[in-house]
């Protein structure tokens, strides 16, 4: 469970995240949704240590992020696997060599061990005999899920995801959505996902916080966020004439 | 100005972190030699070949005085490749093609978010992409710089050899004139090597490694790398030249 407490963040004048509070659940798909500028992204970089809060406390279980040494916060982010917007695989290495990056770094397992973690991990989000090829030679859609096997391959308690389907055609953003839902109900994982993708919200949403201009507006879940009153979450989903029509 | 020096220290600082892995830096380290100074091997020996051969041809071609012994053109490219041309030309040539590569190289990683990826895996950044680069530019430039010395020397001997503009008796008589004094020169140009190769990697580095912005920004990055590097490489070596030679 990750704990975030009237947190506040500025970048020089301009304050971007004000007095944020919510409670993101374990063994949920806990979704952070939000229009492009509203403060999504530094609300998570914040939560990864990436920024400093100006104001706030984030809690992970029981230890305050503020409060950590050096050692122990550099200990709680080998906790944490994040997929990025940009997949942010290691052009340099194979899909193989990305995987096994983290375990390498952080694990005294013997080579057989790795590869073992490696190929386990791989196979688990459906990639198949790709082990040498590297990023450019993928698919957007494979990027991800090699991304979401190098974000598990430490068995994270946390996981964090950046606009997972962003540039992704709608079938495969589904089966990363899934994915990901799957993933964390399997290793009983807390889950935090930023979209605007209200495909993704009203399938893997389970515990929604809406952000609008750096504020928590609503929280939910996908069963209530079609019938939602605040205005600026309203405007948000049905912002298609599909969906507007349909609600009619 | 007061803030990127700032950065720029606090990131040197972070590349003497404690390594989380000193086998993987080893690997990382083993690369960048390859990547920094065996891969620029070949347009170093290209030019100090070509360099020397040049500086044979008119250096003979201006001493005309029978008074002024033939050696003389040998001593002149010895003097010249060794105290100038070897650590500082080359360094600039180095910091072209290096300096560009290793801030487009870190750049691109930044706008990528490859940077954030190991920040959030609790990996020192700074130490695992700078570091080994630092420390690997250190030990193989003045490797490379002796290698462009031996060449620029060649280079020359073969002109000597294929015109007979001088004899090559007399060319190597120059080159090896003086020999009690040639060590110190030699280690004039690696120490003056070493601070560039320090100055070109780092500041190069620095440029990628905060850059903000997307592929424009890297372009842009990339060209203030080879500046800034070039400009400080030719302050640096007026200085060390004061400080060494006088």
């Not at chain 1, 809406?210 to 996908?222: R, Y």
């Not at chain 2, 870190?106 to 950044?125: C, F, H, K, P, Y």
């Not at chain 2, 090896?176 to 500041?203: Q, W």
């Amino acid at each position: 469970m990750i704990t975030v407490k009237h947190i506040s963040k500025s970048f020089s004048d301009v304050q971007i995240l004000k007095d944020i509070s919510f409670v993101f659940e374990t063994g949920k798909t806990n979704l952070i949704i939000g229009k492009s500028g509203s403060g999504k992204s530094v609300l998570t970089k914040c939560m990864v240590g990436l920024y400093e809060p100006d104001h706030g406390d984030i809690l992970f279980d029981d230890r305050n992020l503020s409060e950590l040494k050096p050692k122990e916060r550099k200990q709680l982010r080998r906790e944490i696997g994040m997929l990025f917007q940009a997949s942010a695989l290691f052009d340099s290495l194979s899909v193989e060599e990305n995987v096994a990056f983290p375990i390498k770094m952080f694990t005294k397992m013997s080579k057989e061990e790795i590869d073992e973690r490696v190929n386990f991990c791989l196979n688990r989000v459906d990639i198949i005999n790709k082990n040498q090829l590297y990023p450019s030679e993928l698919s957007g859609g494979m990027q991800k899920r090699v991304a979401i096997a190098r974000a598990i391959a430490m068995q994270p308690k946390y996981l964090f995801c950046d606009e997972p389907n962003s540039g992704l055609d709608p079938v495969t953003a589904i089966v990363i959505d899934e994915l990901i839902q799957e993933i964390t109900e399997e290793y009983n994982m807390t889950t935090i996902v930023i979209t605007h993708d209200m495909n993704s919200v009203l399938e893997i949403g389970e515990n929604i916080m809406f952000i609008d201009q750096g504020e928590n507006k609503w929280t939910g879940s996908k069963n209530e966020i079609l019938d939602v009153k605040v205005k600026e979450l309203h405007d948000f989903i049905y912002v298609s004439k599909f969906l507007q029509q349909m609600k009619k | 100005m007061i803030q990127a020096f700032g950065k720029y220290m606090v990131m040197l600082y972070s590349i003497f972190l404690k390594p989380e892995k000193f086998s993987i830096y080893w690997k990382r380290f083993v690369d960048e030699i390859i990547q920094l100074g065996l891969k620029s091997l070949f347009i170093v020996i290209l030019m100090s070949g070509f360099m020397g051969a040049v500086l044979v041809i008119q250096t003979a071609s201006v001493i005309e005085s029978a008074w002024i012994p033939d050696y003389t053109v040998g001593f002149t490219v010895k003097q010249s490749m060794l105290l100038e041309f070897c650590p500082t030309i080359i360094s600039l040539i180095l910091a072209g093609k290096v300096g560009s590569n290793i801030a487009s190289e870190l750049g691109t990683m930044r706008v990528t978010e490859q940077i954030d990826a190991l920040e959030v895996m609790g990996v020192n950044s700074v130490g695992y992409l700078i570091g080994p680069k630092i420390i690997a530019s250190l030990f193989i430039f003045p490797i490379v710089i002796m290698y462009s010395m031996f060449f620029g020397f060649l280079g020359g001997g073969l002109v000597c050899f294929f015109t007979e503009i001088i004899p090559v008796e007399q060319y190597v008589e120059g080159i090896r004139s003086f020999s009690e004094e040639n060590f110190g020169y030699v280690r004039y140009a690696l120490i003056k090597t070493s601070v560039f190769a320090f100055l070109i990697t780092s500041i190069s580095s620095y440029f990628g490694y905060f850059l903000k912005g997307g592929a424009l920004e890297v372009g842009k990055a990339s060209t203030k790398a080879v500046v800034y590097s070039s400009v400080f490489i030719l302050i640096a070596n007026y200085i060390l030249t004061q400080l060494i030679l006088i």
